[in-house]
């Protein structure tokens, strides 16, 4: 493979310098208004924690375009963020079969948009209303709100990606629908302000990381499918 070749943009590249997830819009644009009528009232103490707090939304929205590995066993992370948890399960309430997972836990420093970690098709999509524990605690993965991604790769692996709410994450985003063909790096959802990703993969894949690693949605790889 020519080293040109190894890596590819899943999306099209962003029209700006610094690309904000369309969800933050209304987020912004109500604390920048906030932020402006406190100006106009003389509040000064008040406009700045506003100026502060609507600089630090549009940072926490933040949507880089990220290159992505063209390796077909790829597996890339869905997340950027911290591996918390990784190791084998037979018990997922997901995949009736023995798997490997691994738990990214997203600080609120962190990008909140969430990729596909290969190429495929979205077999199913769950939600499930839950508690709102803190994301970095294990028990965050059974009883917190979240929502499941299931893909199918074109070799016909399973796999599935499991949005999980955070303390004070109230809104997970998904984009995708049941059906759709996937690419790898693929952008399909967010969760705001503090989260959890689990991806729940085949055993047989030859993992690329380890717990305590940080790692980047799209741009990291987890592992290799064999």
């Given at each position: ?7 590819s943009l ?8 610094f690309?904000?997830?369309?969800p933050?819009?209304?987020?912004i ?17 008040l ?7 609507t600089?630090f ?13 063209n390796?077909?066993?790829a ?18 309430p ?16 962190n990008?909140?948009v ?35 991604v ?5 070799e ?13 994450a ?10 759709d063909s ?21 055993i047989?894949?030859?993992?690329d ?5 940080k790692v980047?949605a ?5 592992g290799?499918?064999?």
């Amino acid at each position: 493979m020519n080293k040109s070749d190894k890596f590819s943009l899943p999306d099209p590249q962003s029209e700006t310098a610094f690309p904000v997830a369309r969800p933050g819009y209304p987020v912004i644009f109500a604390s920048a208004f906030a932020t402006g009528v406190f100006a106009l009232l003389g509040l000064t103490v008040l406009a700045l924690i506003g100026l502060a707090a609507t600089f630090f939304i549009c940072y926490f929205f933040r949507d880089p375009d990220r290159v992505v590995s063209n390796n077909i066993s790829a597996v890339v992370s869905p997340a950027d963020g911290k591996i918390v948890a990784l190791d084998k399960t037979a018990d997922s309430p997901f995949i009736k079969e023995t798997c490997i997972k691994i738990s990214i836990f997203m600080s609120v420093f962190n990008v909140h948009v969430n990729r596909i970690p290969s190429k495929g098709k979205i077999k199913k999509i769950d939600y499930y209303p839950g508690k709102f524990f803190s994301a970095n605690l294990d028990k965050a993965s059974k009883e917190n709100e979240h929502n499941v991604v299931f893909l199918e790769t074109e070799e016909g692996e399973k796999m599935c990606i499991v949005q999980i709410a955070g303390l004070i994450a109230r809104r997970i985003i998904c984009k995708v629908q049941e059906g759709d063909s996937v690419v790898r790096g693929q952008r399909f959802g967010m969760i705001c302000f503090g989260s959890r990703v689990d991806i729940y993969m085949p055993i047989n894949t030859k993992l690329d990381v380890n717990i305590g690693d940080k790692v980047k949605a799209g741009a990291s790889v987890l592992g290799y499918l064999t």
